[in-house]
T-cell receptor, first 112, second 117 residues
């Protein structure tokens, strides 16, 4: 059963606008969340993470928001750039564990 | 460091054949993970090792799949016999062993695209 879900398989955004990618999870024991970015023919690369003790983490144009009560997190990219076009995976882990549970991914297309 | 190295990058085989995928993790990393990517299920964890010892293989789909890590710099994922439904991209990833309660970033290889005809 999928414990981490990304319900939007794709998203298109105009360059310069905000991209919002969403992720939901079912396991309330998850305590660490990550976003990975994947270009075609390459492996996923780490983008940004957030601990469950925070509700926001920012790194340049990328911000991740965590709503524990709703079991929801989102990745905001602003402003969006054509080079951001990729598949974005949401992932979560349990306290003390090193394995990650990944979502199915959202393909972001930033239109110039 | 060259990053995580996987071979082959592409593999096309016929149903019933044995397939062996290879991975060289980043030097010094203590954890090695094997994932399978499909459209329906995204990135699924198949098995992971800590210091060459398998820790959790609950994601291995069935007995046709096996994985080994004979030393810190090499791991294999074997499928025997292969079936068309095994067609997917298989990723290997590695990470450091941080302090308890911490999760280190996993570094992924470029993947092996497997097609079973």
């Amino acid at each position: 059963d999928q414990q981490v879900k990304q319900n939007s398989p794709s998203l298109s955004v105009q360059e310069g606008r905000i991209s919002i990618l969403n992720c939901d999870y079912t396991n309330s024991m998850f305590d660490y969340f990550l976003w990975y970015k994947k270009y075609p023919a390459e492996g996923p690369t780490f983008l940004i993470s957030i601990s469950s003790i925070k509700d926001k983490n920012e790194d340049g144009r990328f911000t991740v928001f965590l709503n524990k009560s709703a079991k929801h997190l989102s990745l905001h990219i602003v402003p969006s750039q054509p080079g951001d076009s990729a598949v974005y995976f949401c992932a979560a882990s349990l306290l003390g564990a090193n394995n990650l549970f990944f979502g199915t991914g959202t393909r972001l297309t930033v239109i110039p | 460091d060259a990053g995580v190295i996987q071979s082959p990058r592409h593999e096309v085989t016929e149903m019933g054949q044995e397939v062996t995928l290879r991975c060289k993790p980043i030097s010094g990393h203590d954890y090695l993970f094997w994932y399978r990517q499909t459209m329906m299920r995204g990135l699924e964890l198949l098995i992971y090792f800590n210091n060459n010892v398998p820790i959790d293989d609950s994601g291995m789909p069935e007995d046709r799949f096996s994985a080994k890590m004979p030393n810190a710099s090499f791991s294999t994922l074997k499928i025997q016999p292969s079936e068309p439904r095994d067609s997917a991209v298989y990723f290997c990833a590695s990470s450091f062993d941080l302090l308890a309660g911490s999760v280190d970033t996993q570094y992924f290889g470029p993947g092996t695209r497997l097609t079973v005809l």
